[in-house]
């Protein structure tokens, strides 16, 4: 990874160096972590971080739901952003800004309400998730032989390090299989999310998207909905089978990091024309603008830094 100059740790800028934590931290050993993605990009009136309030407040229901007690407001953690921004002082377009929170040394053991809180905002450069070829030639997906956990047995709405315990075998499998990215299925058998990223589907026209039963409220699904509103494409949210995936004319995955990449395969079934499909670029054309600050109808979904 790229490093930058500093990481804002408890409320103070410290050098990226030395971030440093305890080996008997209790996260490393019981997983229990609230992360965020969120990016900034460099606009023309400089750099401008996407949706920010949205994901410092996902950040704080993260942690409410894991019994986390984060001691900063999000103004604090928004300002927290904006301020780490300016002082690395970085260069290129894209920069991507992880904020968790965790817990520190002192207890040991599974009950974690006495261990301390740490509270961290981490932002570094870095380029296209996925691959910048994959952005315009599309992925190969696997489904994977792992579902995501169901309801009753995690906090699947709580962007928590645990949950990518999950997210990473998938991945690993999919990637050993020689395909780029792993979809998971719920217990259902229908499409829950990728392993860092959410599904969408077109079929005669229509955008479809699972409805968020068992997968991360995600920020830039919303965003996706949006922008297909703002061009007439209906928008629909239903379950998705093996067989809909298929048989989709186009798919694409979108996220923070994974920004809109097409799909161009999915278990050997070539999607659509194999390539990314029209309204995918259209969408991921449209999504490119706004967070570059080239679409006024979006332009307060971003956080200017001066
Ligand atoms: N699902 C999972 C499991 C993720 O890790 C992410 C990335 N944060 C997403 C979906 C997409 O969420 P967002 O658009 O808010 O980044």
Request: charged share 25%; aromatic share 12%; glycine share 8%.
């Amino acid at each position: 990874m790229d490093a930058a100059k500093y990481i804002w740790m408890n409320g103070e800028f410290v050098n990226w160096d030395d971030a440093k934590v305890h080996v008997l931290s209790h996260t490393l050993h019981y997983g229990n972590g609230v992360i965020e993605g969120t990016k900034a990009y460099k606009t023309k009136k400089g750099y401008a971080i996407f949706r920010l309030n949205e994901h410092t407040a996902r950040l704080k229901e993260s942690a409410k739901m894991t019994l986390i007690d984060i001691p900063y407001s999000v103004e604090e953690m928004n300002q927290a952003q904006i301020d780490l921004i300016k002082k690395n002082e970085f260069t290129g377009d894209n920069v991507y800004l992880r904020p968790f929170a965790f817990l520190g040394y002192g207890v040991m053991g599974v009950y974690h309400k006495d261990a301390p809180v740490e509270t961290v905002m981490s932002a570094w450069e870095w380029g296209a998730y996925l691959g910048e070829e994959g952005m315009q030639k599309g992925i190969k997906l696997k489904i994977s032989s792992i579902a995501r956990p169901s309801n009753t047995s995690n906090m699947g709405k709580a962007k928590a390090t645990a949950n990518y315990l999950n997210s990473q075998m998938a991945k690993y499998e999919a990637i050993d299989c020689g395909y780029d990215e792993a979809l998971l299925l719920d217990d259902q058998g229908y499409v829950a999310e990728a392993s860092g990223a959410s599904f969408f589907m077109v079929k005669d026209g229509e955008l479809i998207t699972p409805p968020n039963d068992n997968s991360l409220v995600s920020i830039t699904q919303k965003t996706v909905i949006e922008i297909a509103e703002f061009f007439d494409i209906k928008v629909v949210r239903k379950r998705i089978s093996r067989e809909d995936v298929y048989t989709a004319d186009e798919a694409f995955l979108t996220g923070t990091a994974a920004e809109i990449t097409p799909v161009r395969n999915i278990d050997a079934r070539v999607i659509g024309c194999g390539n990314r499909g029209p309204i995918t670029e259209k969408i991921q054309t449209m999504y490119f603008d706004i967070v570059f600050g080239r679409c006024e109808t979006f332009e307060h979904y971003l956080t200017y830094i001066d």
